[in-house]
């Protein structure tokens, strides 16, 4: 009786050890299957992560090329703006570097006319002569600065140096033009302190016209 109850316990010791041992082993496989699906879930948030970071860098980029190209075409049109207004300018110059000459013509016309009068004109024509220089040096002022001005490059200047360039091209000519005007003002001058004074009443006027 004992010697069975003996032999009872040891095969239900036995099986209750086989039990656990593969309540063991199947809770181990458990937890490493568990570990493994969380690291593979982990290496994928990663890589979503990574894609989105990338996804971000390439989207600012792209916005930062776009404003770049936008920035690029206002300057662009900006500095082709400073330029054709430079350039009106510069014609303006021009045409009355032309009417100055249109005045030279009549002086010249004015000084034949008293020389055939007997009036002395030697000083005016002399006066009349030194402003060829001053002629050419503004015609030279002018195109030189229409040259700058029209060689302005968005490319590589920016708005505030090409309005700089620009201004400062365009005062020297405009420096040299009124030095042209102020040399026909005084050949005017000399003119007329050449006509006798009791011819001033006819000639003067006709000097001045």
């Known amino acids: 009786m004992f010697k069975k109850l003996f032999t009872l316990l040891i095969v239900v010791g ?5 039990l656990l041992s593969l309540t063991v082993a199947v809770s181990a496989d458990d937890q490493s299957t568990r570990g493994g699906r969380f690291a593979e879930k982990r290496e994928q948030i990663a890589q979503k992560r ?3 970071v990338q996804r971000a860098q390439e989207k600012r980029e792209e ?3 776009r404003i ?3 920035q690029a075409n206002i ?3 900006v500095i082709n703006n400073i330029k054709r207004i430079f350039g009106q300018i510069l014609d303006r110059m021009m045409a009355a570097l032309n009417r100055l000459d249109k005045i030279v013509a009549r002086i010249e016309s004015r000084i034949a006319k008293l020389k055939t009068r007997g009036v002395n004109t030697t000083a005016a024509e002399a006066a009349l002569a030194a ?3 001053e002629k050419t040096a503004a015609a030279g002022a002018i195109n030189d600065a229409k040259s700058k001005v029209a060689a302005l490059d968005p490319a590589s200047v920016t708005v505030r140096d090409a309005v700089q360039q620009a201004n400062g091209s365009v005062r020297l000519a405009k420096r040299a033009v ?5 040399c026909l ?3 005017i001058r000399t003119l007329r302190a050449s006509v006798p004074k009791e011819a001033t009443g006819s000639a003067a006027t006709e000097s001045a016209d």
């Open 14 to 18: 036995f099986t209750l050890s086989l």
């Open 50 to 52: 990574q894609e989105l």
């Open 63 to 65: 916005i930062q090329s």
């Open 68 to 70: 770049a190209t936008r």
């Open 75 to 77: 300057k662009e049109r």
């Open 131 to 133: 402003c060829a220089d």
């Open 178 to 182: 009124q030095d042209y005007h102020k």
């Open 185 to 187: 003002v005084n050949v």
